[in-house]
């Protein structure tokens, strides 16, 4: 819904900036980029899970669990732009058993 509200406001202001200042229309895509960035991040995502048998994943969460990977999602977590704290991930080395699936995640 946040996407989708800020994507709507995008459009909202490029067509405004089109119609009275004679922008390029390519101007829409250019600001939709970091948004785009983000729904690509949540697909990725997504996809990388459901690779994941429920054993394996119930693992890799019970592995999380035990990390404080609770504690970095609930202070700096957002679903709607996960890029934000994904760095935060790869800098815990709690979490450093991570890095195989990361590097998966980073291929697919």
Same mark, same amino acid.
């Given at each position: 819904?946040?996407?989708?509200?800020?994507?709507?406001?995008?459009?909202?202001?490029?067509?405004?900036?089109?119609?009275?200042?004679?922008?390029?229309? =390519?101007?829409?895509?250019? !600001?939709?980029?970091?948004?785009? &960035?983000?729904?690509?991040?949540?697909? +990725?995502?997504? $996809?990388? *899970?459901?690779?994941?048998?429920?054993?394996?994943?119930?693992?890799?969460?019970?592995?999380?669990?035990?990390?404080?990977?609770?504690?970095? =999602?609930?202070?700096?977590? !957002?679903?709607?732009?996960?890029? &934000?704290?994904?760095?935060?991930?790869? +800098?815990?080395? $709690?979490? *450093?058993?991570?890095?195989?699936?990361?590097?998966?995640?980073?291929?697919?």
């Amino acid at each position: 819904i946040i996407l989708a509200s800020n994507s709507a406001k995008i459009l909202a202001d490029s067509l405004n900036d089109f119609l009275t200042k004679k922008t390029e229309a =390519i101007e829409y895509e250019k !600001n939709l980029n970091q948004i785009n &960035k983000e729904l690509d991040l949540h697909w +990725k995502a997504r $996809k990388f *899970l459901n690779s994941f048998s429920d054993e394996a994943l119930e693992k890799t969460f019970q592995k999380l669990k035990k990390s404080g990977f609770e504690k970095i =999602i609930s202070e700096h977590g !957002n679903m709607d732009y996960p890029s &934000k704290f994904m760095h935060k991930i790869t +800098k815990n080395p $709690k979490l *450093l058993f991570l890095v195989p699936e990361l590097l998966k995640f980073a291929m697919s």
